[in-house]
């Protein structure tokens, strides 16, 4: 250990771990089934990996322009113009990034200021607020209704001031499942209408929507697009979580300024990466797939939870479910995912950690993009408790 008397004065001061490396990390200490943390225990096809392979091997391995490989940015741009309707230049209004939480900080590091206001919803994804923090903006908190996460409209237009920035919003959401409807856009829309509000739209469940629903990107309103980036990940759609690559899409003048940070916080993406998966992004049922195939996890899951004490919220889209214990356990969800990891040897997250205020309504967040195998031997011990 290096000594050291800095007196430090914390950017982030009530930052911690996140709570994805301490359930992942106390999973592996336990030897428990981790059903904390989003990822997949399975692999990503070959073709994907093959493809990658090919690119290094023929020697892409140097510095690719700044906004990413012109091939993987038009593969996006056409994705995105048959799904959304919504035509973005590759040259000037895509920019492939490091991962969604690369993304999503340097959105907000290009548009807030110190003093600035950013309206998140809670329960909110864990990166937004200490992003904003570390910028100088301030979160203020509009609300995600227990128990079906309807976004709480009337809050964001009480807390919209002359100071709001940015509102960022999540859909197909992390942690609850929920999905934002088109009267939700119209009500977005309707809200920021006049201002110079940016919205950042963090859409990286964007292909895993179940039930026969749909995925409404903010870009499917022309009003919206104007105003907005959205952020998707590879890591999501193609099951490499740990390749931590995405993208951003904006209209030109948001780009040009996203760029500005982007080049100097890590001025472009891994090469090889970047063509393996142009190439392999050539086959839309890849990504168009998704959707069937979570939902076959997601009732597969729920399946093994039958004849529990968990009592399942609604599970709309992401690869999600939240359950209610209060019928197993007076814990705090803290405690009780604490508790589950080392007692019973399932790990998963407590809903808790995503309010400011750590609202606790008793809920945990188990993810089932995990093989069957892993599925049933977690539904088996959650069965017995
Ligand atoms: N936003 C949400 C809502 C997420 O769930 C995640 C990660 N799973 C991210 C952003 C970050 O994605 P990435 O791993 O590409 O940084
Ligand atoms: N987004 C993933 C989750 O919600 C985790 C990503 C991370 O560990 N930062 O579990």
Excluded at 47 to 74: D, I, K, S, V
Aim: net charge negative.
């Amino acid at each position: 250990m290096i000594p050291s008397s800095l007196a430090i004065d914390s950017k982030l001061p009530w930052v911690g771990t996140t709570i994805f490396t301490v359930m992942s990390r106390l999973a592996t200490e336990c030897g428990a089934i981790n059903l904390s943390q989003g990822f997949p225990d399975f692999s990503a096809e070959p073709a994907l990996f093959e493809a990658t392979m090919r690119a290094m091997q023929n020697g892409r391995n140097q510095y690719p322009p700044m906004a990413g490989l012109p091939e993987l940015r038009h593969a996006i741009g056409a994705k995105v113009e048959s799904l959304y309707g919504a035509r973005f230049d590759p040259e000037s209004e895509i920019t492939v990034t490091a991962g969604a939480t690369q993304a999503l900080f340097t959105a907000i590091a290009a548009f807030v200021r110190p003093g600035d206001e950013v309206i998140v919803f809670a329960p909110v994804y864990d990166s937004y607020v200490p992003a904003i923090e570390t910028v100088g903006g301030r979160a203020v908190y509009a609300s995600l209704l227990f128990p079906d996460y309807r976004p709480d409209w009337e809050s964001v237009r009480r807390l919209v001031s002359p100071r709001t920035r940015m509102i960022i919003v999540n859909t197909p959401n992390n942690p609850t499942g929920s999905l934002m409807t088109a009267d939700d856009l119209a009500t977005l829309a309707d809200i920021v209408r006049d201002t110079d509000i940016v919205v950042l739209s963090d859409e990286v469940y964007e292909h895993i929507v179940f039930d026969g629903g749909k995925h409404l990107s903010v870009i499917s309103r022309e009003d919206l697009a104007a105003r907005s980036i959205v952020v998707s990940s590879f890591g999501k759609t193609y099951h490499i979580t740990g390749w931590k690559i995405g993208y951003v899409l904006g209209a030109a003048a948001l780009m040009n300024e996203f760029r500005k940070v982007h080049q100097f916080n890590v001025f472009t993406v891994n090469t090889p990466c970047q063509a393996g998966i142009a190439e392999y992004m050539a086959d839309p049922s890849r990504y168009l797939g998704l959707a069937a195939f979570y939902e076959q996890k997601r009732d597969f899951f729920r399946a093994q939870l039958q004849g529990s004490r968990f009592e399942f919220l609604p599970c709309r889209s992401t690869y999600f479910q939240l359950v209610r214990y209060d019928a197993i356990s007076d814990l705090p969800d803290r405690e009780f995912a604490e508790w589950l990891t080392r007692e019973v040897g399932v790990a998963a997250i407590p809903v808790s950690v995503f309010y400011p205020d750590g609202r606790d309504d008793r809920v945990v967040r188990f993810c089932f993009a995990k093989q069957d195998s892993t599925l049933s031997a977690a539904g088996e011990r959650l069965r017995r408790i």
